[in-house]
């Protein structure tokens, strides 16, 4: 009996002990899962980027440990209120914007809620400044403590400068997180400044109030557009967006195409189909690469000379040059070869076929002035492509290709249009189709104007048509 109850208290204290333990070890555990948990968000606010590539379940679990509350809802409304959650942070913590609010900020009526997170706790401090409206969404919100819900809300918010890394930007009436590259339903996605390394006096592409007004008509002037059409066949018959409804919306007098991709034998069908009223067209396709590369111009007037290529045999097996000659200039369409996967083609780029091309248009320039348009595949400047750090081996940002472009074209005297007329904004030509980049506007600006300096000043209007999306590229236009 004395051994049995010596046993028992033992084992009893064996118990104690092991508690005691697991207590210390669980208080242990929740200082780390305290510190991982700060860390992580100190890492996302540092790159918000981070929380597209986190899972549902690790999103809804950051939720609850950042907001300690339980959230319902799909990825993008999960992103989108931890997004307002840091935001709110850095505008009280960081002092670095004001807002002003000037207008209701009622929280919607279950029938149009506001958004379809549901958090499930009573919100009575908080103030709603945004609202990011789900047709989908057939989730209960909870109403805020003391407010009306209304029908069709609308708030309107006002934003001054913020911290570069967390900058907000208004788009439309609509706030929009530029760091994350998320923007409210509804806003034109060019509008939101999306950067890694934004400047002060950086400012987003917003064509409708930055082009200047239109020519008068008793003004002499021609329109040409450019566009990287990637797939003339699959534009015409599958993308939803014809050149024919860009000529009735642009009414342009000359069309410049890249990356057509047709066949020498198409090109007779492709002509009669494409434009009426165009009666002047010029191809060439890729002969080395069936159904590669291709480029063309189609013009209402009617050009005194025509030359395919650069002239020199090694260059011009893949269709990537025409030149036409107008009254007053050249006009070149090119498509500039890519680097490719790899870099592969990054020194036959750099040392022969830009100075080539740079030396070409330098020599049609002892006659005429020059300007060259196409998608030259290089995004100039850190301005011009929305992760410069993250692309600085990838091709069309080299140092190789920058330096390229800057030594064979504006060196040598020609001059980027589009970055004359807006020296401080970001406006992109290029996004890629994966990981939605255009919606959320993390392109590459890699389609240029350039021209001889000689008739920079007759430029009246460069721009970008970001709202034309049946290709990776939108097209750009130019008024002379």
């Not at 409304?77 to 807002?99: N, P």
């Not at 410049?256 to 060439?284: P, R």
């Not at 069936?290 to 007037?301: C, D, E, Q």
């Not at 083609?345 to 830009?354: G, H, K, N």
């Amino acid at each position: 009996m004395m051994s049995e109850r010596t046993r028992i208290t033992y084992s009893r204290r064996a118990v104690s002990r092991n508690s005691e333990i697991k207590k210390d070890e669980q208080t242990v555990i929740e200082k780390e899962d305290d510190t991982e948990s700060t860390l992580e968000i100190e890492r996302i606010r540092g790159d918000p980027s981070m929380l597209q590539s986190m899972t549902v379940k690790e999103l809804k679990e950051l939720t609850r440990r950042r907001m300690g509350v339980a959230a319902r809802g799909n990825k993008k409304d999960l992103v989108s209120a931890l997004m307002e959650s840091l935001g709110e942070e850095v505008i009280g913590k960081e002092g670095a914007s004001t807002i002003e609010q000037i207008g209701p900020s009622e929280v919607p009526s279950k029938r149009k809620s506001a958004s379809s997170v549901v958090v499930e706790q009573k919100l009575e401090t908080s103030e709603v400044i945004s609202a990011t409206p789900s047709k989908r969404s057939r989730t209960k919100q909870k109403s805020i403590k003391g407010t009306t819900p209304e029908e069709n809300p609308v708030t309107t918010v006002k934003i001054n400068k913020t911290s570069h890394k967390k900058e907000t930007v208004v788009a439309n009436g609509a706030i929009a997180k530029a760091g994350l590259g998320l923007n409210v339903d509804g806003a034109e996605p060019w509008t939101v400044l999306v950067h890694k390394k934004p400047q002060a006096e950086w400012i987003p592409y917003n064509p409708k109030v930055m082009r200047p007004p239109p020519l008068s008509k008793d003004t002499r002037a021609l329109k040409i557009l450019s566009w990287n059409v990637n797939g003339l066949k699959a534009l015409v018959k599958n993308r939803g967006f014809s050149v024919h409804e860009l000529a009735q919306r642009e009414d342009f007098d000359v069309l410049c195409l890249q990356e057509t991709k047709i066949q020498e034998k198409d090109v007779d069908v492709i002509k009669e189909s494409l434009l009426e009223g165009y009666t002047n067209s010029f191809w060439t396709c890729s002969v080395s690469k069936l159904g590669y590369s291709g480029t063309a111009i189609i013009s209402r007037v009617k050009p005194l000379s025509i030359k395919y290529g650069l002239g020199v045999p090694d260059h011009d097996t893949e269709g990537r040059i025409v030149t036409v000659e107008f009254d007053d200039f050249y006009l070149l369409t090119a498509y500039v070869p890519n680097s490719g996967d790899g870099l592969k083609r990054l020194t036959y780029r750099v040392t022969e076929w830009d100075p080539c091309l740079g030396n070409y248009m330098k020599e049609l320039e002892k006659s005429k002035p020059v300007i060259l348009t196409g998608d030259l595949n290089c995004a100039h400047q850190e301005i011009d492509i929305h992760d410069p750090a993250g692309n600085s081996r990838s091709a069309g940002f080299t140092k190789e290709e920058r330096k390229s472009f800057e030594t064979n074209f504006l060196s040598k005297g020609f001059v980027d249009t589009f970055r004359k007329q807006h020296p401080d904004v970001v406006g992109y030509s290029y996004w890629g189709y994966r990981h939605n980049c255009r919606k959320t506007n993390r392109g590459w600006r890699l389609d240029y104007f350039l021209v001889s300096e000689s008739i920079a000043e007759r430029v009246h209007d460069s721009y970008i048509l970001p709202d034309v999306s049946a290709s990776d590229h939108s097209p750009l236009g130019l008024i002379l």
